[in-house]
């Protein structure tokens, strides 16, 4: 979005918190138009059909690249107590799940 002079206001793909619609709001902007590009479409079509797939399961190779990324990540800290232990679970079923979307594409090196 931007101003009559071409300034940028809000970027395309930002998701509008409380503060940047009231912030609209007082410079009395109403309503806003959203314009879905095809790149956009084209992924929430892929998003859809993703949901539809049945339950799916990670293969033990990406089980052992999320370990192998976590592991460096968690270097510095130990992983097996409290409270670092659910944090390191969170990660990985985050990260096991990033990887199942992916198709196990493989990860450049950090």
């Known amino acids: 979005m931007h ?3 071409g300034r940028l206001l809000i970027p395309a793909g930002m998701v509008l ?4 619609i009231r912030v609209l709001l007082s ?5 806003v138009e959203v314009v879905e590009d095809e790149q956009d479409a084209a992924n929430d079509a892929q998003d859809k ?3 539809q797939v049945a339950e799916a399961y990670p293969t ?15 270097r510095h800290c130990d992983a097996s107590r409290h409270p670092m232990d659910g944090f390191y679970q969170i990660a990985r079923t985050q990260l096991l799940d990033e990887l199942m979307r ?3 594409k493989r990860r450049s090196p950090e």
């Open 3 to 5: 101003d009559r002079s």
């Open 17 to 20: 918190q409380d503060k940047q």
């Open 27 to 31: 410079w009395g902007i109403s309503t």
């Open 49 to 51: 059909a993703t949901e």
């Open 60 to 74: 033990p190779e990406m089980e052992a690249q999320a370990d192998t990324i976590l592991a460096e990540r968690f």
């Open 102 to 104: 992916r198709g196990h």
